[in-house]
């Protein structure tokens, strides 16, 4: 019984610290919040210095089976920052790819964290060389059964190979797999994004610069749940390509392709 309670309260001491250390980062993004409208670049600077030392550490420190707890503490500070447009107007979003060096080390089947990579990293802080290469990492703990809907990391990481480095046969190959491990579950969605992510594939297998490849990866950008700035830039990136919008009653957005790939 004595040596289960010293368990116990060795376990709760580390629970604790690993806490304190994710805490002390919400009150210091904080502080630039609310210092956002004085504060000097050269300030602003020296906290992001700060923040990625932080981070750093986390990604470093032993973790006594808290990973996943690291992991979501990290992913909610991520969102403080990448949702302060003000703060990164100024200083960009080059900690973005930092936030997820220690979330996906940490815990790389937390899905939603590969789609906020794909946006931060790729689109944001244009570094889709990072985002790719966090995404390979991850995908080498995840199958198609876990976790849940995992074919989407493959299309995420599509989206960041043909629009952002525009290396359409890797991209074939992404979209390829994320239509096979879809197929592989018989619920809508899955075969909604088997059936999407197969066409994809066979328009880049036909024509490599195919503007319907790049109107629907886009497309998948626009739907995907993401703020405002982002639907902007795919709205103009898809009417540039020479798509049309189509938004519906329920909000959502459809797609009328141009004649000709």
């Keep these: 019984m004595l040596l289960s309670r010293q368990a116990f309260a060795t ?13 002390i980062q919400f009150p210091q993004l904080q502080k630039l919040i609310n210092r956002k409208q004085s504060a000097s670049l050269e300030t602003l600077e ?18 006594f089976g808290y990973d996943n707890f690291i992991a979501d503490l990290v992913y909610l500070n991520f969102l403080q920052y ?6 990164r107007d100024k200083t960009g979003y080059s900690l973005s790819p930092e936030y997820f060096e220690v979330i996906l080390e940490r815990d790389p089947r ?15 802080a244009g570094m889709p060389e990072r985002a790719i290469a966090l995404s390979e990492k991850g995908l080498k703990s995840i ?27 890797a991209a074939q190959q992404s979209f390829a797999t994320a239509a096979n491990w879809a197929s592989k579950f018989s619920d809508p969605e899955s075969q909604l994004i088997a059936n999407t992510s197969q066409r994809t594939a066979e328009f880049l297998s036909r024509n490599p610069n195919s503007k319907y490849a790049q109107i629907s990866t886009w497309s998948m950008v626009l739907n ?7 639907q902007k830039r795919a709205i103009k990136e898809i009417e540039a390509l020479g798509g049309k919008i189509v938004t519906t009653t329920e909000g959502t957005h459809e797609i009328i392709f141009p004649p000709k790939d």
């Excluded at 990448?82 to 703060?87: A, P």
């Excluded at 937390?110 to 944001?124: D, E, G, H, N, V």
């Excluded at 995907?224 to 982002?230: I, L, R, S």
């Design 82 to 87: 990448f949702g302060d447009d003000e703060i």
């Design 11 to 23: 376990h709760f001491v580390i629970y604790m610290c690993i806490l304190g250390v994710g805490l």
């Design 143 to 169: 199958s198609p059964s876990v976790p849940e809907k995992s074919y989407y990391i493959w299309r995420f990481k599509g989206v960041d190979e043909l629009l952002f480095l525009g290396n359409a046969q």
């Design 110 to 124: 937390f899905l939603a964290a590969y789609r906020s990579l794909s946006i931060s990293t790729s689109l944001y």
């Design 46 to 63: 020296k906290e992001i210095k700060s923040e990625n030392i932080r981070l750093n550490f986390l990604q470093k420190m032993p973790s």
């Design 224 to 230: 995907n749940h993401v703020d405002e700035k982002t």
